[in-house]
Nanobody, 120 residues
Framework: QVQLVESGGGLVQAGGSLRLSCAAS????????MGWFRQAPGKEREFVAS????????TYADSVKGRCTISRDNAENVVFLQMSDLISDDSAFYYC?????????????WGQGTQVTVSS
């Protein structure tokens, strides 16, 4: 199975930018659709962005559309989330998820998360 490690989080001022990375090991990243999710204290985990296995299709939550870009480098086994114009509502733990469907069953794998804190 794939193992995921997120990095790139930190403290940033409102209006600033961050690039999160999700490094995969154990299996070829191109076998998986990839997504970023986030969870703020006291809130449920929510979808942020996703990208198809070859990178041809991306989807974004309305709350980040126009401010975030998801990308992947399958040769390097890494997925990125470029975030800009950050606001306080973007503060959360960000998690990377790898998804794969085998015989009509979807398997999800999660990383441990990286924390993003936006100061106003």
């Amino acid at each position: 199975q794939v193992q995921l490690v997120e990095s790139g989080g930190g403290l940033v001022q409102a209006g600033g930018s961050l690039r999160l990375s999700c490094a995969a090991s154990g299996r070829t990243l191109s076998d998986y659709d990839m997504g970023w999710f986030r969870q703020a204290p006291g809130k449920e985990r929510e979808f942020v962005a996703s990208i198809s296995r070859r990178g041809g299709s991306t989807t974004y939550a309305d709350s980040v559309k126009g401010r975030c870009t998801i990308s992947r480098d399958n040769a390097e086994n890494v997925v990125f989330l470029q975030m800009s114009d950050l606001i306080s509502d973007d503060s959360a733990f960000y998690y990377c998820r790898a998804s794969r469907i085998i015989i009509k069953t979807r398997y999800d794998y999660w990383g441990q998360g990286t924390q993003v804190t936006v100061s106003s």
